[in-house]
C-alpha cells in the first residue's frame, strides 16, 4: 500500500522492484534501520511530477523553436497560410488527445512560428514598425498578468470564467460574421467592420481592448492550471500541456494586438 511517509516511500522494500527489494531474514539492527530513515524523500524530479523548474523548461523550449520558426517565416512571408492551417490541424490533434505529446508540442510551436513571422512581416508592410510595437505590448501584457497572479492580486474563479466562456463565444461568432462579409463582398473594407467606428471610437480599438482583457485572463488560467498541476502532483508530461496553453494565448494575443495596431495606423 502506498504511503506518504519519506522514509517508506523512498525505500525499495516498498516498491514493485523485486531486484531492488530488501529481503529480511531476521530482524534490522539499528544501522539498517539508520539507514532507511535516514534516506531522503524522493523529489518530484525523480518520480516524473510536474513541477515549476521542468515546466517552464518546456515552455521556454517551445517558445524558443517558435521564434527560430518565426525568423524563417519573417522572410518567407508566404508560409504563413499553409502554416496556420496545418497548425489549427495540429492543435486540434493536441486538444483532443488524451496524452501531452513533446513533439506535436514541438511540431505546432514551428508551424505557428511559421505563421507568426509571415503575417507580422505582411502588417509590416501595411504600417512599418508595427511588429515591434506589437512585440513590446505582449510581453508587457504578459509580465503584467503574471506579476498580479504571483502576488494573488487576480485569480481564476467560477464566475469571472463563466463570463470569460461567455465574450469568447461572442467574439468568435463576431469574427465568423465580419469574415463572412469580407469574403462575399458585403463590406468593402478590407478589414471588415473592425474598420469602422461607433460614437466616433474605431471598432478595432474597442476589440483590441476587449480582446487584451480575454487574453489576459486567458493567462490567468493557464498559471492556475500549472499551479493546480504542480500542487497535485500531475505527470511531468503534462508541462507539454501547459507549454501548448501558454502559446496558444500568447500567438492569439501578439496578433490580435498586431491586427488592431495596424488598423488604427491605417486610420491615421
Do not use: C
Request: without cysteine; glycine residues 8%; aromatic residues 10%.
Amino acid at each position: 500500500m502506498a504511503t506518504s511517509n519519506p522514509a517508506f516511500s523512498n525505500s525499495p522494500a516498498f516498491t514493485h522492484n523485486a531486484t531492488k527489494a530488501i529481503q529480511f531474514s531476521q530482524t534490522p539492527s539499528a544501522e539498517q534501520l539508520d539507514e532507511l530513515y535516514g534516506r531522503p524523500a524522493a523529489t518530484a524530479e525523480q518520480t516524473d511530477r510536474m513541477t515549476y523548474e521542468n515546466t517552464i523548461q518546456k515552455i521556454v523550449g517551445s517558445f524558443a523553436v517558435l521564434l527560430a520558426a518565426a525568423a524563417i517565416g519573417w522572410f518567407v512571408p508566404l508560409l504563413a497560410i499553409p502554416a496556420a492551417i496545418a497548425g489549427f490541424v495540429v492543435s486540434l490533434v493536441l486538444i483532443f488527445k488524451k496524452k501531452p505529446s513533446a513533439p506535436l508540442t514541438l511540431a505546432y510551436a514551428a508551424l505557428e512560428g511559421l505563421f507568426v513571422g509571415g503575417i507580422s512581416a505582411i502588417f509590416e508592410q501595411i504600417a512599418p514598425g508595427v511588429a515591434t510595437q506589437a512585440v513590446i505590448a505582449t510581453f508587457v501584457i504578459i509580465g503584467v498578468v503574471l506579476v498580479l497572479f504571483r502576488s494573488g492580486k487576480i485569480r481564476a474563479s467560477k464566475r469571472a470564467t463563466k463570463v470569460f466562456m461567455i465574450a469568447i463565444i461572442g467574439y468568435a461568432v463576431f469574427s465568423l460574421i465580419n469574415l463572412g462579409l469580407i469574403v462575399f463582398g458585403v463590406n468593402s473594407d478590407p478589414w471588415g467592420m473592425r474598420g469602422g467606428e461607433i460614437f466616433g471610437i474605431p471598432v478595432a480599438l474597442l476589440l483590441g481592448v476587449l480582446v487584451i482583457l480575454l487574453a489576459s485572463y486567458s493567462l490567468v488560467l493557464d498559471f492556475d492550471s500549472i499551479q493546480q498541476g504542480v500542487r497535485r502532483g500531475a505527470p511531468a508530461a503534462f508541462g507539454w500541456q501547459a507549454a501548448f496553453g501558454i502559446m496558444v494565448t500568447v500567438v492569439w494575443l501578439y496578433i490580435e494586438i498586431l491586427r488592431m495596431l495596424a488598423i488604427l495606423r491605417g486610420n491615421d
